[in-house]
């Protein structure tokens, strides 16, 4: 088992945190990440605007905080996917993925749990 250096760690959030971006059109306010051993757990951040003082002042209150899936470390651009199935609350394999970049990924994972 391969370990991140905190270099590929930093890197691994950072990018999380800045491919974000890209939904939030979809009420996706963050993707978080936290690493155990050589796993990233990603989980997924929505926000809603609440009454008319929230909307009026873009104040917002977290709607609900999601696990989305787990990453394995193999190298810098090379991860591998475990995707968080609700029906039985554990991770497992997605169907077509192989090693892949953590865009690829959050991609994947998104497409097929954020409406």
Known sequence: MQMPSPGAQQTA?????????????????????????????????????????????GMSNVKGV???ARLEYLD????KLLIFKFDSKKYGPHPTFKERTIEKYVDAAADNYIP
């Open 13 to 57: 959030l950072e990018t999380l945190k800045n491919h974000a971006r890209k939904y939030r059109r979809r009420g996706i306010s963050e993707f978080r990440g936290h690493f155990k051993a050589n796993m990233l757990f990603v989980y997924v951040v929505k926000k809603a605007k609440s009454g008319l003082v929230g909307r009026v002042f």
């Open 76 to 79: 810098p651009d090379k991860w």
């Open 66 to 68: 999601g696990r989305l």
